[in-house]
């Protein structure tokens, strides 16, 4: 999903550096056509950017976790005049996290570094985000992703089945009722996952299932609007379903939208009054105190469901890079009794409203 307050972060360097940020950038408009797998690649024009995989592992002994990876990709403003390489014109920022129930809350690690190769950047025509020795890349048809960090590390293979699967109207995808807050918006969800996960010094053999998300925009938090809640599942039937609502101040729906793809069907736009989050249980954080509700009701498309967590304690504080603390965990979907899919739940602004430019 959006996360847009990756611009708190420049904000604060505004207000450290007393430089003003300006930068034209190319608005998201209806009707443009995504191609592959040049869109697979960064797009260094528009403000923001990510490539974001979540997934569940098991490990040789049946050991279930969850883990992701993201790099972030934010036009600056600053320096666009400046002819030095050294100028902060992009800036790479990643987060990777582990979610394992031994442990009882996430690992996770940070990094956060201006665009210049060969230490960091994002390419154009095809997916390649590195941060050092962090990285995420498309070779022959499959993604890789490299992590390592002093307490856990991963070394991933992800093939998809099949082509991108396309949110909103063809990849256009509203964040609320006025059009111009939308990005551009695909997600491959069923990713077959092979490789290895590290946590301390112990490695195991992994095999699992993840799903990617990449967004591009130029817009920022629409006016009034607290945060979001976000799902990326799975289906057991080989289907995938993503669904959003971004909340105001109050915790009510500004808007909701979604995709819908039940076993090897075709996947559908859902609209606004299709998307209903209730919230069931609230989990509160030992370190921050923000209170995120952990098990949700969900009905979509006429369908009652509901989430459950891995693990209560996925919160992940990330103001040593994005500036924010957030909510982001494994969770499992349930229809009645019956477990129907898993993949990954994301809620934003549970701690303070971000303090964001305007528009």
Known sequence: MIVRWLLAFLVEIQFATGIALAADYPPVVPGHTLEFPADTGAHPDYRTEWWYVTGWLTDEAGVERGFQVTFFRVRTGIGEDNPSRFAPRQLILAHAAVADPAVGRLIHAERAERALAPLAGASTGRTHAWLGDWSLELVDGHYRARVADERFGFDLRFDPPGPPMLNGRAGF??????????SYYYSRPQLAVSGTLRIDRTTHQVRGHAWLDHEWSSELLPEGAQGWDWIGINLHDGGALMAFRMRDGEGDAMWAAGTLREGRGEARTLAPDEVRFIPVRRWRSPRTGAEYPVEWALEVAGRRMRLEPLMDDQELDSRGSTGAVYWEGAVRL??????????????????????????
């Open 173 to 182: 995808s509203r964040k609320a009722p006025d059009p111009k807050h939308a």
């Open 334 to 359: 349930l229809e009645g009794d019956r477990e129907i899919g898993r993949g990954y739940l994301e809620m934003t602004g549970y701690t303070e409203r971000l303090r964001l430019p305007s528009p």
